[in-house]
């Protein structure tokens, strides 16, 4: 079964400054898709970013950017230009793409984000 | 409607009880998921429609559980014999059949008592 693993339960970051939040999955299949969702208090998700396994281009959206690390399993996010509004609860997510699984998110527990003015 | 839509908000209700969630998804969206996320965790997944057909109900945690989505559009989530343990926030999301892009509602928290 594929688990996501988010370690920081928790993170802080000067408006304006960098933050990177870390991801780690475990699957044995090759082609999947992982996704960024932020949750602000009004509980709505939110995606941010989608990156498909077999692009080894890094996918970004304007401020966000991922580090997509295949064979170590690793899917960090990082946002540039903190801004106020990023504050929120943020979930990594994996989808595979196989059979009757297609689009079932397995989602990690979350890092809370904490913007300082 | 624009987006995902979920009723009620919110739904207290006796130990023992029976529950109807609905969720209104994206027009012409074919795909719908139902997702539980307790609280400080992430949601997990219960089951996924393609059109009117369930497509994945494994993670459904028991036979009280159950959903429809009879015309392919609006889907219900049942519970039946409610338990506190059910206490959670119920996620709708829809998408199109060939995007993996999830739109997903505001939830609705149920609180069994």
């Known amino acids: 079964a594929q688990t996501v693993t988010q370690s920081q339960p928790e993170m802080s970051v000067q408006e304006a400054e960098t933050v990177t939040l870390s991801c780690t999955y475990d699957t044995s299949e090759s082609d999947y898709y992982l996704f960024w969702y932020k949750q602000p208090p009004s509980r709505q998700m939110i995606l941010v970013i989608r990156?498909?396994?077999?692009?080894?281009q890094n996918a970004t959206e304007n401020r966000f950017s991922v580090n997509f690390q295949k064979a170590a399993k690793s899917f960090s996010l990082k946002i540039s230009d903190s801004q106020l509004g990023d504050a929120a609860m943020y979930f990594c997510a994996y989808s595979s793409n196989y059979g009757g699984s297609q689009g079932n998110l397995i989602f990690g527990k979350g890092t809370k984000l904490s913007v300082k003015p | 409607g624009a987006g995902v839509s979920q009723t009620p908000s919110n739904k207290v209700t006796e130990k023992g009880k029976y529950v109807e969630l609905r969720c209104d998804p994206i027009?012409?969206?074919?795909?719908l998921y139902w997702y539980r996320q307790s609280l400080g965790q992430g949601p997990e997944f219960l089951i996924y429609?393609?059109?009117?057909?369930?497509?994945?109900d494994s993670g459904l945690p028991n036979d009280r559980f159950f959903a429809v989505r009879p015309e392919g559009s609006v889907s219900t989530l049942k519970i039946q014999r409610t338990e506190r343990g059910d206490s959670a926030v119920y996620l709708c999301?829809?998408?199109?059949?060939?995007?993996?892009?999830?739109?997903f509602g505001p939830g609705t928290r149920l609180t069994v008592t």
């Open positions: 990156q498909e396994a077999y692009k080894q």
């Open positions: 027009s012409g969206h074919t795909a």
């Open positions: 429609f393609q059109g009117t057909g369930a497509a994945d």
């Open positions: 999301a829809s998408s199109r059949r060939d995007d993996y892009e999830q739109y």
